[in-house]
């Protein structure tokens, strides 16, 4: 048997905490400034892994691309007015979303 790295084992763990949920039920993460937005080109749970192993290199890399970074208010009433499907996770004291595409949606 081949053994996983320590990588791969956090991934996998992040992976399954990952879930599907409406905007609607975040709004208090959000109210706490605590949402952070993942474009959709980017994995969320690669996004993920990297915050939790504090890499701040690579996360200062995608906040300048704006590819990251906290939800802002006019994008949030988007998403509320639409009670968008999101993907999320939590890496304490962070809630990554990043909007469902409709094609995902199945």
């Known amino acids: 048997m081949v053994e996983q790295s320590t990588r791969e084992i956090e991934l996998a763990r992040i992976n399954a905490e990952t879930a599907k949920i409406a905007w609607h039920e975040l709004q208090r993460f959000f109210a ?3 949402a952070v937005e993942v474009s959709p080109e980017l994995d ?3 996004v993920a892994y990297e915050l939790s192993v504090d890499n701040q290199k690579q996360f200062q890399s995608w906040v ?3 590819q990251v970074g906290v ?3 006019a994008q949030a009433q988007e998403w509320y007015d639409a009670n968008a499907l999101m993907w999320a996770v939590v890496i304490r004291p962070w ?3 990043q909007p ?3 094609d995902e949606i199945k």
């Open 44 to 46: 969320v749970v690669a």
């Open 100 to 102: 469902i595409l409709q």
């Open 32 to 34: 706490q400034g605590k």
């Open 95 to 97: 809630v990554l979303v």
């Open 64 to 66: 300048a691309a704006g």
């Open 71 to 73: 939800v802002a208010d």
